[in-house]
């Protein structure tokens, strides 16, 4: 089992700012990574696969990078509603997910 | 637009049995691969079984096997999770998700899930 590690479990901004969010894999997994936003009663979203391909409707502030082990995950300058909690999940083998990452108001 | 809707959830005591529906629209189902997602609460996600087209391969999680199926109908466009032996370990909420890729999968659509819990 490919384990994803994400990090800061707790990340705390201001809309405006720029956030950076990091899934590492336990062994690599290519480039089959993508990331889910998952708000509160609310089924997880879709917003990044294949590593950096925004899914569809996904507005250009959230960008994806990164191959092999490390990844990250950018919104450019937060909207209000990007408060939620991001998973990270790959699909090289059987899929898993990281913890999750809360990026929360500061 | 894709939806995905899920019913028969509920309580139900240790041990017992449970069926989850997924009632899938505005897509062509029987083109894609489904499974289902599920998390504890206060959780995170677990991947849980998927069923590729036209019911070829099954996959589950090794914490599912043996009580857990996954099954489709694609005349009534319809995904199901017929739980059994359930334990406490079990209670989450259940999400049933269309699959994007290749031999694994991303999930690009969720249902809004259905809560089940397992208790005496």
């Known amino acids: 089992e490919i384990v994803l590690t994400q990090s800061p479990a707790t990340l705390s901004l201001s809309p405006g700012e720029r956030a950076t969010l990091s899934c590492g894999a336990s062994?690599?997994?290519?480039?089959?990574l993508a990331w889910y936003q998952q708000k509160p009663g609310q089924a997880p979203r879709l917003l990044i696969f294949d590593a950096s391909k925004r899914a569809t409707g996904i507005p250009a502030r959230f960008s994806g990078s990164g191959s092999g082990t490390d990844f990250t995950l950018t919104i450019s300058s937060l909207e209000p509603e990007d408060f939620a909690v991001y998973y990270c999940q790959q699909r090289s083998t059987w899929p898993t997910f990281g913890q999750g990452t809360k990026l929360e108001i500061k | 637009e894709v939806q995905l809707v899920e019913s028969g959830g509920g309580l139900v005591k240790p041990g017992g049995s449970l069926r989850l529906s997924c009632a899938a629209s505005g897509f062509t189902f029987t083109t894609y691969n489904m499974n289902w997602v599920r998390q504890a609460p206060g959780r995170g996600l677990e991947w849980v079984s998927s069923i590729t087209t036209s019911s070829s391969y099954i996959y589950q999680a090794d914490s599912v096997k043996g009580r857990f199926t996954i099954s489709r109908d694609d005349a009534k466009n319809s995904l199901y999770l017929q739980m059994n032996s359930l334990g406490a370990e079990d209670t989450a909420v259940y999400f049933c998700?269309?699959?994007?890729?290749?031999?694994?999968?991303?999930?690009?659509?969720w249902g809004q899930g259905t809560l089940v819990t397992v208790s005496s």
């Open positions: 062994q690599s997994v290519s480039s089959y």
């Open positions: 998700a269309r699959g994007l890729g290749g031999l694994f999968y991303y999930f690009d659509y």
